[in-house]
């Protein structure tokens, strides 16, 4: 059980300080987002049901990448720093936050990590959010994009029943799509679902096993790349303060 949001449970958190802890999340968030944009850093949120395939998406995206880019990535998991460790070994530098019983990131653990972290040297930074398709979509962490990871074998229904996180995506990858023969299942009708409770619809369907769909992905990912390189460098106000470099 999460002890800042308590999963919804308004027993265990309150309405009115689950509305300060995101009031002063979205502060922390803007923060971030100013570091960022100050930077030219594209930070990515990538978010998912646990074992989505979201770490599997970043190491074949590492294969293509980081001969052309320099990729950083922050991951999150309740416990264990596996994910950093398989993005390290496939050449994405990365720092693992481990979030004890929190089930979802927030920006100042976000914040936190980019002072642990050489952020400053990366043009994308992806953040592996912690396997959750709840609450991980409440919390603001100063990203340019929302990303989500929803596999084949999760059921044609997900994106009706868990809304919120569709609602927020600005991409959906459709992952695992190598199992299809193996399985019951229609694609379209993902799709579809997807479509009822995403705003502006933007759909992949990928396999990181085969490399089916990554062509689009990475073309998406050069594309928002582009956006942030016309767009003029924001002068961020921030308070000076150090974001130190590990040695
Ligand atoms: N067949 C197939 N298996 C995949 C694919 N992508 C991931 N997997 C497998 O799915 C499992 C979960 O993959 P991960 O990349 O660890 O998923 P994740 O979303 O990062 O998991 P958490 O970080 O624990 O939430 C692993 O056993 C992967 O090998 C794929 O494209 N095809
Ligand atoms: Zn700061
Ligand atoms: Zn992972
Ligand atoms: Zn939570």
Redesign the pocket.
């Known amino acids: 059980m999460c002890d800042s949001c308590g999963c919804g449970d308004h027993e265990l958190v309150p309405v009115e300080i689950q509305q300060k802890i995101l009031v002063e999340n979205d502060r922390t968030a803007a923060h971030n987002r100013a570091h960022f944009a100050e930077g030219g850093v594209l930070a990515i949120n990538l978010m998912?049901?646990?074992?989505?395939?979201?770490?599997?998406?970043?190491?074949?995206t590492a294969t293509a990448f980081t001969q052309r880019f320099r990729l950083g990535a922050i991951?999150a998991?309740l416990a264990t720093d596996?994910?950093a460790l398989?993005l390290n070994r496939a050449g994405i530098p990365s720092l693992a936050i481990t979030t004890g019983t929190a089930c979802h990131l927030d920006a100042r653990m976000v914040h936190d990590a980019l002072h642990q972290f050489p952020w400053r040297d990366v043009e994308y930074l992806f953040i592996?959010n912690?396997?959750?398709l709840v609450c991980p979509a409440v919390y603001d962490l100063g990203q340019a994009f929302n990303v989500v990871?929803l596999?084949v074998t999760e059921g044609e229904d997900k994106p009706l029943k868990y809304p919120t996180m569709f609602h927020k995506a600005d991409l959906v990858l459709i992952?695992?799509?190598?199992?299809v023969p193996h399985l019951e299942v229609d694609v379209a009708a993902i799709e579809d679902a997807i479509r009822r409770v995403m705003p502006d619809p933007k759909v992949f369907v990928?396999?990181?096993?085969?490399g089916e769909g990554f062509e689009r992905w990475l073309k998406w990912l050069e594309a928002r790349r582009e956006e942030l390189l016309v767009k003029p460098r924001a002068h961020a106000h921030l308070r000076p303060h150090p974001h130190v470099h590990p040695s």
């Open positions: 998912g049901s646990p074992g989505a395939g979201k770490t599997a998406v970043l190491e074949r991951t998991d596996r994910d398989r592996e912690v396997g959750n990871a596999s992952t695992k799509h190598d199992l990928v396999s990181a096993r085969t």
